[in-house]
Nanobody, 122 residues
Framework: QVQLVESGGGLVQVGGSLRLSCAAL????????MAWFRQAPGKEREFVAA???????YFADSVKGRFTISRDNAKNMVYLQMNGLKPEDTAVYFC????????????????WGQGTQVTVSS
């Protein structure tokens, strides 16, 4: 069982940056694939980025070149660095974990955090 706790959300202007953090409690963190998803009001949850247990990274086309994902296995943490933020990045961002593999499909992730709000103002 893994408990995920996100932090770092907030209000930022267009073009600004934020770093989201996700702390994983319990489980064997280094063996988990970790991911970030987001959900805007009235929209479905969508994939943002993922990092496999081996360190391979994957990004949605909409965030490539602007966002990076990283993990620190010593601290049981995963991060999402968001640069060049746009109004369309406004959403609740969720951290997710799974023991199998990094995928872009939300239904394949067994563990989820409560989410952190990111608002990009123009």
């Amino acid at each position: 069982q893994v408990q995920l706790v996100e932090s770092g959300g907030g209000l930022v202007q267009v073009g600004g940056s934020l770093r989201l953090s996700c702390a994983a409690l319990g489980g064997t963190f280094r063996s988990y694939a970790m991911a970030w998803f987001r959900q805007a009001p009235g929209k479905e949850r969508e994939f943002v980025a993922a990092v496999s247990s081996g360190g391979n990274t994957y990004f949605a086309d909409s965030v490539k070149g602007r966002f990076t994902i990283s993990r620190d296995n010593a601290k049981n943490m995963v991060y999402l660095q968001m640069n060049g933020l746009k109004p369309e990045d406004t959403a609740v961002y969720f951290c997710a974990a799974d023991r199998l593999r990094a995928t872009t499909f939300a239904y394949e992730y067994a563990y989820w955090g409560q989410g952190t709000q990111v608002t990009v103002s123009s």
